[in-house]
């Protein structure tokens, strides 16, 4: 899966970096939330003074591939090329309380696309289409990605009269975990009015597959109880709304039926100022979202550096194609071939016949024993290797022997300078389940 | 480098794994010295109960591979196949003092086979050629692997009268740090008798590039000091000189001029019983062994499960490629190609053009500006792409257009249904310095 997903950044132009597995724990720290969860690391055996511990004490695992790369841009910046394009797919760990789909150890895989100073909005979509087909090149049920715009939502949102704007949308992301009214509830509590809490559930509530939403949006803030002066709000909620119907056509024209627009997602952060994302598998809708993201103003605390990124969870995804049977391995072993050993005598034979078949990059193994054929075939078969080479006879300068396909027990004679498994033998792949 | 790697493992069917970052400390802490190197990791804030926060504080981070490797045979024995071969190519963790070619944090690669009760001595002889067809599928300087036998060792130690073997073998290998005049001192320290001191640095000092060194050790045997009653010592030198002597010979005929038998490599560690090796690229003795280890016994503290492993040490073999010049990376992004735009309106015709490459496997940017041409060309030189295409005037429906070796300054019509670059421009690769 890793191979894939790296395979498919690279056509696109995302080359990878990797990041140490610490970083300092007040750069971890900006973020309350996740402070919590943070590891941090310190000496077992500190023996040299008490400095030099509390200095080390201050790393932590990090637990997103955010701030590493945050990190990473401000601290090479004069060697980097921007807009810089990067994957990055590596560990992160969190301390919460483990359960099915989540881990304290996890793989994230993450690409991003950073400028300098500006960044063109076109790449909101580049994005999201590499996404879209490095899901679709896994074997997954279809992946819906739900899209949305901050700058729709804030304008609309300021229209309404909410100025705890980030406050609103953490209350509008938890739709899902406590309903429409919890929701309600919530915003009543933060002095939000009955008339705009009503329009901004309407406004959560519109959903099209295609830029048919900007009619529904517009016909929305035309009913609905708007401030005065409210000019620079409207503008934003516009902008935000082309921006929106143009991202969803463009995801959409490159690959066909993956994005909606979907004015419910909010993601938390305060961090997003543009598109934002999230993906769901069909049929696996209680997973959440297993690729979010979105475009930011600003990757580091001190400005500059806009960007847009999405990540992918990609242990939760591998957990749940493994634990409900979507996908598995064709094979636990890499070799393709057992050649069989006649006796420890004409080990060097096995050995010459299995260097010709890996010479032409065909896996195999040499058996680690001379016993009977039938035990032979057996070790083959308990490891999942579907075919057995049996050598001639002969000082094992020739490359003539015998092949048997174990599973169909087909047996017949091959040269080990020509023959190969059928493509789909020659590596372990991922097959549906 | 490290695709390189896993493709030479799995070609000899050394399947990967992969374990947690952590292991708990008592397991870790196993080895008195590198105890003082490990990384103990503890919740930043936990809230949850003393108990909780003291049970989290015994993880630390591994710093080998070798520790995990034997926590997952342990747990899955009843699930893996003996003899279990694998490959772990994972980074670990020691509070070293950083320093050239001593890092913090740093990937080691492992190969291992271990048997359930017994492992035939053959798979000594296998890993190493495996090892030496990996670095010898890299850029590197010609790596010399120095192989000695510990039961050769311990069988002529005991025979001139040594009782503290373990002792003696970590003071022999220090030669290369204190000399032999401080190995000598060291010996006599623990009470070993000149004439004995004499022998085993002889013995040390024996070095040959085949089965030869078997007659040295057998006349230094001969004219040794040897106490009364050594006839088990005696049989456990002979084994080990055998085995030794086939060891190199099978090292050599699979990889020429790969192995010396070098009857100075003691490797520190306890653990082993039969081959050791140590790796060293010419002209750069100055690294120590880049590869190294041996046959053990036991992976498990409670016995059972026999292997033989070795492990090199990645990042401070590529520290040194790229610090010393012997070979750096063709390009820094994936992408052989840059699509240029003519103008934001056509977008979707360079982006057509992108799509058409990257389907046949080209990794492909399509350019985030539309300014003028000289300056898309100056963005793909900057990022080391080698090829700009210009597409052809249209809707962006042809696949006709032009394409420039920014390098040559040639220019030339092309196709993007058939155009490729030259197989050399594919993809990023090692090049030597």
Redesign the interface.
Known sequence: MLATLREV???????EIET???EP?ERL?GDSDA?????????????EGGDRRAK?AKL??HFDLTVPFARYVEENQGHL?F?F?RCQIQ?V?R?ERPQEGRFR?FYQADID?VGRDTL?E??EA?VAIVMARALRALPLPPARMHLNNRGLVEGFYRGVGILDIAGALRSVDKLDKIGPDGVREELHGKGVSAAAVDAILELAAIQTPDGSFVDLVEALWDHSPIVDDADEARAQFDRGARSLAVLVDAVN??VPETAIADLRIARGLDYYTGAVYETVLEGHEDLGSICSGGRYDSLVAGGGFPGVGMSIGVSRLVSRMLGAGIATASR????AVLVAVTD?EH??AS?AIA?RL?AR??????S??AAKFGKQIQ?AD??GIPFVWFPGAGDGTSPDGEVKDIRSGEQIPANADTWAPPTEDL??RIVRG
């Open positions: 950044f690279a056509l696109h132009g995302f080359g140490r597995a610490v724990v720290a402070s919590k969860e943070i590891y941090a690391i310190g000496r077992l055996n500190a023996e080390e932590g695992l090329q807009p394009r560990k760990w301390g150890e696309v063109p076109h790449l580049e024209a490159a636990s072993v890499p070799q420890e080990r060097g050995s260097d890996r990059g065909i896996a195999t193994e040499v680690p024993n070790y308990r490891r590596k372990p």
